[in-house]
């Protein structure tokens, strides 16, 4: 079955780094539209980075641009977020997501928290 397994998370001082990964399994990864979406507590879900298929293209959200940076490695079923000057406002739970197929669909990982606090 479809799974999406986050890991790397945990506490990190401001101004540190963290490095996220998610490893996929039970579908075509590389047929996938890759992307790291987040939820603080009390707020909504958002999007934070995408990749396509091939790796060739990403976007971020406003907030994260110039600190973190996704990437996949299809031979190994993963996508990354690298996390860079992490600020407390970063404090999230993390969650990966891929997007595809024929018909669409969407597969959720089941996330992993990320704190940022001194």
């Known amino acids: 079955q479809v799974q999406l397994v986050e890991s790397g998370g945990g506490l990190v001082q401001p101004g540190g780094s963290l490095r996220l990964s998610c490893a996929a399994s039970?579908?075509?990864?590389?047929?996938?539209?890759m992307s790291w979406h987040r939820q603080a507590p009390g707020q909504e879900r958002e999007l934070v980075a995408t990749?396509?298929?091939?790796?060739?293209?990403?976007n971020y959200a406003n907030s994260v641009k110039g600190r973190f940076t996704i990437s996949r490695d299809n031979a190994k079923n993963t996508v990354y977020l690298q996390m860079n000057s992490l600020k407390p406002e970063d404090t999230a739970v993390y969650y990966c997501?891929?997007?595809?197929?024929?018909?669409?669909?969407?597969?959720w990982g089941q996330g992993t928290q990320v704190t940022v606090s001194s």
């Open positions: 990749i396509t298929r091939t790796g060739g293209s990403t």
């Open positions: 039970g579908f075509t990864f590389s047929r996938f539209v």
């Open positions: 997501n891929a997007g595809g197929g024929e018909p669409w669909n969407d597969y």
